[in-house]
């Protein structure tokens, strides 16, 4: 059935939504329990401890009135939010207002917060080393002007090392098929260490095997046995604090289909959420911050609202070429509860498909902004700006496009536009790290809709899912040399070092024979003994069915949209020819204009391989054999950073060819 057949389907059936997950899995009993589990306060335990990680306090006078609001809310269980707290309907998606907001006086960023567990990984251990020294320093309030002001300035000085671009990899166990199919696990991962090794068996000419082993390394590898507690201890943890602090923070898992992005990505905002109410209860009491959520997703090139009935929602973009999601639904959130309800709602409504890997695939990128907004006096009586926002992107599977055949032309239309994006996203990333004038955000609408995300104060962390499989491995190498490319547009000096590491130890991938190479030891051997915690954050593969009345929220249209932001999107009109169910042919083809776009991506891309030919060389000889045996792992074998952007590209226009081919999309 293609998506819109499913989507259809789904639109009579709220539990048909649901994604699965887990179902390979040996342990699938622990995943639907995870928020119970996580021991997420109530709102009323929020406002008394402030989370699990708080030592307990009693209720100080002056609670601000984030709590009662919350426990009303409770009351109306009709009416989970009440239109009152809905944002005017227009995500502002810039950093003009962020700019127009004054200084904080605020006392110290982490002040009272909690953080108590060690970071894993290097680049966040300036932050750890912060969260330390502020915690010594526990300023009382109303302390002296000039040392508030100066302990802002340091607050900032250690902000700013924080790395920008983080890259993590995670690696799912092996699943129930993959176990049936005798697939052996080929990741190996060193405890304590940043680095992971990918055995990829090979044939020599005379047919004999032999295992290339490839290492590399990344800010943070995690094994089939870490948490997703401590997914985010590692990744969004650290950054929390930022956003208070004017910055933009991203988070997306990038990975082949079934790797486990959603799996890692679903939990983040809830317990993202759950430290930012927290923040607001202690460090900020009293200072007038507002937590807003936004769930949307971009499939097909258009972007739907999945808080608001999957609507349709146009960008628009202003004179100054700020993007604006006109219409799209935010709510104002007081507690964990409403958000566990907002975030569960819009995961149900995402567009699923099946793909080869995963009978549950999202073949959509979801994006979850949590904004922070604060009115200029820090009363609630003028409007809230935006201060700063945590956005969590859950991106569509990557897959090469000749692993589409198989689909239906749906599937495989859906696979080219997902491969644009992410290609889109990867040329902002470098652009952004060359410093380069001209940032290609038009690429794809995903990077359009990310676009104030990556310009100012931001951070990024990447999460890379890889599958362990022997029959993932040539998808796994090329995801991990996805990761190795952005990371190596990090500027920081553990980047830099990562990526030399990275380089050589790619340069120098050894060939050993088969028996003396490859893991043992696969997640079939550890069935027995599975930790409950492995899973206990999962996401609920079996969530039940709502029973519970929608969201009776009156959509507010946005006069700023309606009025104000007048110069409409190049694209607009053209999205408006359809909603999800009216997709055609045609709505993958290219307009002229990124048609222009790829054709510069090209060019930039011939640019930067000719830049890497010297160290691809040495790599490229040492495979020449291998290509005779077998020609069609020649171009996986055979490039590095590069290679998957080529796999792309050409998965690319393989399947969706340019308007001045016909018209029409064709196959290779
Ligand atoms: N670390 C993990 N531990 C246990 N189960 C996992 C893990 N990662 C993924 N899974 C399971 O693997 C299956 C596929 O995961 P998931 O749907 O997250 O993949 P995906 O990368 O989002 O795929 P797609 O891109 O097709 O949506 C799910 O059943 C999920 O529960």
């Not at 936004?294 to 973009?317: A, H, Q």
Request: net charge neutral; charged share 30%; glycine share 6%.
């Amino acid at each position: 059935m293609s998506v819109v057949g499913r989507q259809m389907a789904r639109s009579n059936s709220t539990a048909h939504h649901q994604r699965q997950y887990s179902d390979n899995f040996l342990d699938a009993s622990f995943n639907s329990k995870w928020l119970q589990s996580s021991n997420f306060p109530s709102s009323q335990d929020f406002c008394n401890y402030g989370g699990g990680r708080m030592s307990r306090k009693s209720p100080e006078p002056g609670t601000p009135p984030v709590c009662s609001r919350s426990s009303s809310l409770r009351k109306n269980s009709d009416e989970y939010v009440s239109p009152n707290e809905l944002s005017p309907g227009l995500l502002d998606l810039h950093s003009f207002d962020t700019e127009l907001l004054p200084e904080l006086q605020v006392p110290n960023l982490y002040e009272g917060y909690g953080l108590q567990k060690p970071v894993r990984g290097k680049s966040f251990d300036d932050s750890e080393q912060y969260l330390a020294s502020n915690k010594l320093l526990n300023r009382p309030r109303g302390m002296a002007e000039n040392n508030l002001l100066k302990s802002i300035s340091v607050d900032k000085e250690r902000a700013n090392n924080v790395a920008k671009i983080k890259v993590v990899v995670r690696k799912r166990p092996l699943n129930k098929k993959e176990i049936a199919k005798k697939e052996e696990d080929i990741i190996t991962i060193e405890s304590n260490s940043n680095a992971l090794t990918v055995h990829e068996k090979k044939l020599k000419v005379d047919l004999t095997e032999y295992v290339e082993k490839h290492e590399f390394l990344f800010d943070a590898v995690l094994n089939e046995d870490v948490s997703n507690e401590e997914v985010y201890s590692e990744t969004v943890e650290p950054i929390v604090p930022l956003i208070f602090n004017r910055t933009k923070a991203t988070c997306f898992a990038y990975g082949q289909t079934g790797s486990g992005k959603t799996y890692t990505m679903q939990p983040l905002p809830l317990k993202a959420s759950q430290d930012i109410l927290r923040l607001m209860c202690h460090t900020y009491r009293n200072q007038g911050f507002q937590l807003f959520v936004s769930f949307f997703e971009i499939y097909g090139g258009k972007v739907f609202d999945l808080l608001n009935d999957r609507k349709k929602l146009c960008m628009r973009e202003d004179g100054k070429q700020q993007v604006c999601i006109v219409g799209l639904q935010e709510y104002k959130v007081l507690d964990v509860e409403t958000i566990k309800e907002l975030i569960e709602r819009g995961n149900a409504t995402r567009s699923t498909g099946t793909t080869g890997a995963n009978e549950e695939s999202s073949r959509s990128h979801a994006i979850l902004q949590l904004a922070i907004k604060r009115s200029s006096d820090g009363s609630e009586m003028k409007p809230a700006r935006l201060v700063g926002k945590l956005s969590f992107i859950d991106l569509a599977g990557s897959e090469r496009g000749a692993d589409t055949t198989d689909n239906d032309k749906q599937t495989r239309m859906e696979g080219a536009e997902i491969n644009k994006s992410l290609l889109a996203l990867k040329e902002c990333i470098r652009a952004l790290d060359n410093d380069q004038g001209h940032i290609p955000f038009r690429g794809s609408k995903l990077t359009e809709v990310l676009r104030d995300s990556f310009v100012g104060d931001s951070r990024t962390v990447m999460i890379s899912c890889i599958s362990p499989s022997s029959g993932s491995c040539e998808h796994t190498l090329n995801t991990l040399r996805y990761a190795d490319r952005v990371k190596s547009l990090s500027k920081g000096n553990n980047s830099k070092k990562d990526t030399l590491s990275s380089s050589s130890n790619l340069r120098e991938s050894t060939a050993l024979p088969l028996a003396s190479a490859l893991p043992t030891e696969t997640f079939e051997d550890n069935i027995t003994d599975v930790p409950y915690e492995k899973n206990k954050f999962g996401w609920s593969k079996q969530i039940e069915r709502d029973t519970s009345p929608p969201f009776k929220v009156d959509p507010v249209p946005s006069e700023r949209a309606e009025g104000n932001v007048a110069v409409p999107y190049s694209d607009y009109n053209k999205g408006q020819r359809g909603g999800l169910n009216g997709l055609t042919e045609d709505d993958f083809d290219y307009t002229e204009e990124t048609y222009e776009q790829q054709k510069m991506l090209r060019k930039m891309n011939r640019k930067a391989q000719t830049y890497q030919m010297p160290a691809l060389e040495e790599k490229w000889k040492t495979d020449a054999l291998t290509k005779l045996v077998d020609p069609s792992t020649f171009d996986d074998n055979h490039s590095h950073s590069d290679d998957d952007l080529n796999t792309l590209l050409r998965g690319r226009s393989c399947i969706c060819s340019p308007k001045t081919s016909g018209g029409h999309n064709r196959d290779c």
